[in-house]
């Protein structure tokens, strides 16, 4: 049953110990099919892009390593989805900003937007990170990220896995890992005990909500089918800016509540 008004004492309680949520069937399968519809079409080339909105094709297909078989078949993510009417909808959804402004408070803040896609013939492999080395922002804890499944995330699949508690060690350092295709942008944790950690598997709807500090990654996508996600990150109107200037005036933040 989708969520109205935000999440519950326990779910709370288990993001604050765990460093993240599920929250089952929370979007829509009408929605889900549009913003599928629409990621289909910009990759494809039936859509001008929106202004900002950007297509990273997968390193493997870059370096000629693969022929993918289509144009959904090359591409890792798409990224900024601020100026697309339908993608970015889903950052104002009222029952996800009900559930994140329930752990960050009323004044909220998009940060990132990604359409991750894992498609499969590409190794694609996301290593163990945290994502707080992305934004220039503290407190960590006034920030959430969101990844909601448009098409079903399995082990098979390539899902997301997590170490629980792992939002407690604070920042560690990242490096880009010692593998032979690695996509743009991708850092990870070397020494991360991988049996402790626990595989996401969601339903298309599903959606995880996560603290930015989580240490999770993905794996190779084995199945046959595509592994496709929609993700938000939030902050919270009081946050400051690690960095210079003012975190709110960047051109991919918008305010959504
Ligand atoms: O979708 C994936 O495989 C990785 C996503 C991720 O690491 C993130 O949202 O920070």
Same mark, same amino acid.
């Given at each position: 049953?989708?969520?109205?008004?935000?999440?519950?004492?326990?779910?709370?309680?288990?993001?604050?110990?765990?460093?993240?949520? %599920?929250?089952?069937?929370?979007?829509?399968?009408?929605?889900?099919?549009?913003?599928?519809?629409?990621?289909?079409?910009?990759?494809?080339?039936?859509?001008?892009?929106?202004?900002?909105?950007?297509?990273?094709?997968? %390193?493997?297909?870059?370096?000629?390593?693969?022929?993918?078989?289509?144009?959904?078949?090359?591409?890792?993510?798409?990224?900024? @989805?601020?100026?697309?009417?339908?993608?970015?909808?889903?950052?104002?959804?009222?029952?996800? %900003?009900?559930?994140?402004?329930?752990?960050?408070?009323?004044?909220?803040?998009?940060?990132?937007?990604?359409?991750?896609?894992?498609?499969?013939?590409?190794?694609?492999?996301?290593?163990?990170? /945290?994502?707080?080395?992305?934004?220039?922002?503290?407190?960590?804890?006034?920030?959430?990220?969101?990844?909601?499944?448009?098409?079903?995330?399995?082990?098979?699949?390539?899902?997301?896995?997590? @170490?629980?508690?792992?939002?407690?060690?604070?920042?560690?350092?990242?490096?880009?890992?010692?593998?032979?295709? %690695?996509?743009?942008?991708?850092?990870?944790?070397?020494?991360?005990?991988?049996? /402790?950690?626990?595989?996401?598997?969601?339903?298309?709807?599903?959606?995880?909500?996560?603290?930015? @500090?989580?240490?999770?990654?993905?794996?190779?996508?084995?199945?046959?089918?595509?592994?496709?996600?929609?993700?938000?990150?939030?902050?919270?109107?009081?946050?400051?800016?690690?960095?210079?200037?003012?975190?709110?005036?960047?051109?991919?933040?918008?305010?959504?509540?």
């Amino acid at each position: 049953m989708a969520l109205k008004s935000g999440l519950s004492e326990d779910q709370i309680q288990h993001y604050e110990e765990h460093g993240y949520v %599920v929250l089952r069937g929370l979007i829509d399968a009408e929605r889900l099919a549009a913003y599928n519809r629409r990621f289909i079409d910009l990759v494809e080339g039936a859509l001008p892009l929106p202004p900002g909105l950007k297509i990273m094709q997968d %390193v493997m297909v870059v370096k000629g390593a693969v022929a993918p078989e289509s144009a959904q078949h090359a591409v890792n993510k798409v990224l900024c @989805l601020e100026e697309d009417e339908v993608l970015f909808e889903f950052a104002r959804n009222e029952a996800l %900003v009900d559930a994140v402004a329930s752990l960050l408070g009323p004044e909220l803040f998009s940060l990132s937007s990604n359409v991750f896609n894992k498609p499969p013939g590409v190794d694609a492999k996301h290593p163990m990170h /945290q994502d707080l080395r992305y934004f220039k922002l503290e407190p960590a804890d006034k920030i959430v990220g969101v990844w909601t499944a448009i098409l079903p995330a399995t082990r098979a699949s390539g899902c997301l896995a997590v @170490l629980p508690g792992s939002h407690k060690l604070g920042p560690l350092d990242h490096d880009m890992p010692d593998w032979e295709y %690695v996509n743009f942008g991708f850092y990870g944790i070397d020494g991360m005990d991988l049996e /402790q950690r626990i595989h996401v598997e969601l339903e298309p709807g599903d959606t995880l909500l996560f603290h930015p @500090l989580l240490i999770h990654g993905s794996g190779t996508n084995e199945s046959d089918d595509f592994r496709r996600a929609i993700s938000v990150h939030y902050a919270a109107g009081d946050c400051v800016h690690t960095g210079k200037g003012d975190w709110r005036e960047n051109p991919f933040t918008r305010r959504i509540s």
